[in-house]
């Protein structure tokens, strides 16, 4: 728990830092100042993480560029697992690629995740100073985000203790759950997508990861939707935001810069075809997007060389 305790200051005071500015413009009460604070956090993690994201795009295409060797100690080890994660290993020494630096960004927003669910939880919704709330500058501001509301529905309250906000709050208790089952299913709904525009569009065909990824498919939305019912409302904004970031972030660099071998590379040699197409009409000549077949080589000539007549003729003539 104590590890857990760290995590609240830094998160706390990100979170008042985008409070007070959005407070120059917006109602400090409304719960929206807050909500747009939560996606503020979002925003500034997700930036500080692009390195992180670089390192995990370059990893992936690492694991796939080292597939068939991965498959040839898969089947010539198949009866020894010791003896295969050993040469997993030096596999993964010798290529320089690192299995783990895919999952970092996931990794690290688990902290954000869980700090944010504390504050949110513990601080906010039983009103105790926890993190920089409990700062003598910031202890005002944990009964003005406790009352804080969207929708009428305060920050603090899940789709499971909708009769308990409703009982201290005032709040209708369908009012919470429909506002709570909305966010739910977008964040779900969201995460499904993410995970199958990564499978789809960026995952070669052959690639043995891929009924890995198609479990996981449906195995995190369906996570999410049942862990989220104990989510509180602005965790479940942040989880939703996050997701928003990763869909456009993960769009960004399949489109971009593809792996090969995956539909969406295929799809990028199609345009720039099409592209150096459309330039070269527009200089009025034309470029085909049919590979071009073999030219046979000209057929050779033999030149004749004149002949010089002889002198007596010459004389004639």
Not at 4 to 30: G, I
Not at 185 to 208: C, E, G, H, Y
Not at 236 to 265: C, D, E, K
């Amino acid at each position: 728990m104590a590890i857990l305790e760290l995590l609240d200051v830094p998160v706390s005071w990100v979170l008042v830092q985008f409070y007070t500015f959005f407070s120059l413009f917006m109602d400090p009460a409304s719960g929206w100042t807050w909500a747009m604070s939560i996606i503020g956090l979002v925003i500034l993690m997700r930036i500080l993480l692009i390195p992180l994201f670089v390192k995990q795009i370059k990893a992936q295409r690492g694991l796939q560029i080292i597939q068939p060797q991965m498959k040839e100690i898969q089947k010539k080890y198949a009866g020894d697992r010791e003896r295969q994660s050993q040469e997993m290993m030096k596999l993964y020494k010798e290529t320089g690629t690192n299995p783990l630096a895919s999952c970092l960004p996931i990794l690290l927003q688990a902290p954000i995740f869980f700090g944010l669910f504390r504050v949110l939880q513990y601080g906010i919704a039983q009103e105790q100073a926890i993190g920089v709330f409990a700062w003598a500058q910031y202890q005002d501001l944990v009964s003005i985000a406790h009352d804080a509301t969207i929708f009428e529905v305060p920050l603090w309250a899940t789709f499971w203790l909708a009769g308990v906000v409703e009982a201290e709050t005032g709040t209708s208790e369908l009012t919470v759950r429909i506002l709570a089952a909305i966010l739910i299913v977008a964040m779900s709904t969201t995460t499904f997508l993410t995970q199958r525009q990564l499978i789809v569009k960026n995952t070669a065909p052959d690639n043995p990861m891929v009924r890995q990824q198609k479990i996981l498919l449906y195995v995190f939305p369906l996570v999410f939707a049942v862990g989220g019912i104990n989510f509180p409302i602005g965790v479940l904004i942040y989880w939703f935001t996050t997701n928003l970031w990763s869909m456009g972030q993960q769009f960004y660099v399949i489109r971009n810069n593809p792996q090969p071998g995956t539909p969406a590379f295929e799809a990028l040699e199609g345009r720039k075809k099409e592209k150096a197409a459309r330039k070269a009409a527009r200089k009025g000549g034309v470029v085909s997007t049919e590979e071009p077949d073999e030219v046979p080589d000209p057929p050779s000539v033999n030149r004749v060389q004149p002949k010089k007549a002889p002198r007596s003729k010459r004389k004639k003539k």
